[in-house]
Structures are given as C-alpha cells and as structure tokens.
C-alpha cells in the first residue's frame, strides 16, 4: 500500500490508511507513512475486549479516524470505532420502553446483569424487600433467559436499565 501522511498535516477528524506495527496490552501502533499513530485499547471496538490481538494483528491493513493530533506515547491518537455507529445509540432508538428477550450475563452485588445485545449488558437493580424469597430476580442464574423491560439507556455513561417484567 502506497500512502504518505504528513505528520504536520494530520488534523483531527482526518480519516487515514494505515499498517498495524505493534500490538502492546495497552493499544495498537500504526504505521501512517510519515507518522505513527496509536489507537487506545478503548477505541478499537464498541465491544469490551480483553485480547487486542483476537481483533487486530501486525501488517493488517486498517481505517482509521484521528482523534488528536498532540503526540502522546510517540503517537497521534486514532480511532477505529469512532468508524462504526454505537450499538448503544442504535439500541436506546430501538428498545428503549420495548420488552425484550435477555440472557444472565453475570450476577454481582449491584444486581442481575443481562446481555440485551451483542456487546452490550444492562442492569437489572434488586428489588426491596431482599428478604423476599419468592422473588424471581432472587432466582436467576447465569445463562437464564427472561423477559425484561428496558427502562432507561444513558449513551454518555453507557448505562442500561432494565426491569424484569
């Protein structure tokens, strides 16, 4: 691939072509032609990913967007995600009131966490009283599906809200 970005005239919201050089827990390295830029393990995907490697590899050609031309690390900082729509705004325009199928991704102290899309869990507050022992939410496992109700979805924090129904 033949491309040249010139490090002075990079400016944010620029998308470019890159090669992927180094992969590192924290992000990905990309070879801009006469600059490098880093894109940080946050903005490779809307998903959570612990394994950087599993999306992207050394020499892999990409797309991305720059988000800032101030060099930190030794890099400009870039974007893939910045890409692709956010599944949280297109699921809020979507499911936002509507009952929905889910499946129990994780219990924890804060409550019933459950995937209401691919990549994406909402939460599901305990009821009061906790004594309650005929309470269903009380009763469900990993794995379990139900029906819920989505109740509020905050983009800006990545919060979803869901009350079983």
């Known amino acids: 691939m033949e491309f040249r970005n010139k ?11 890159g090669i992927v050089t180094g992969i590192m827990d924290f992000g990905v ?10 894109i ?11 394994d950087v490697s599993k999306i992207l590899r050394a020499g892999q050609d ?5 988000l800032d031309t101030e060099v930190k690390h030794g890099a400009i900082r870039l974007s893939l995600k910045a890409l692709i729509p956010d599944p949280m705004l297109e699921f809020a325009q979507d499911k936002l009131g509507e009952t929905i199928p889910v499946r129990v991704s994780r219990i924890g102290p804060i409550g019933v966490f459950a995937e209401v899309a ?12 906790e004594t309650d022992p005929d309470d269903p939410q009380r009763r469900l496992q990993v794995g379990d599906d139900f029906l819920v109700t989505v109740l509020r979805v905050n983009v800006y924090n990545r919060q979803i809200v869901l009350s079983l129904t």
Do not use: H
């Open 118 to 129: 691919d990549g994406l869990s909402g939460l599901i507050f305990p009821r009061l009283p």
């Open 7 to 17: 490090p002075d005239q990079i400016q944010p919201g620029d998308i470019c072509k």
């Open 62 to 66: 990409v797309t991305v967007q720059v």
């Open 29 to 38: 390295y990309v070879d801009l032609g006469d600059a490098e830029g880093l």
């Open 40 to 50: 940080d393990r946050l903005e490779i995907s809307w998903k959570r990913q612990e």
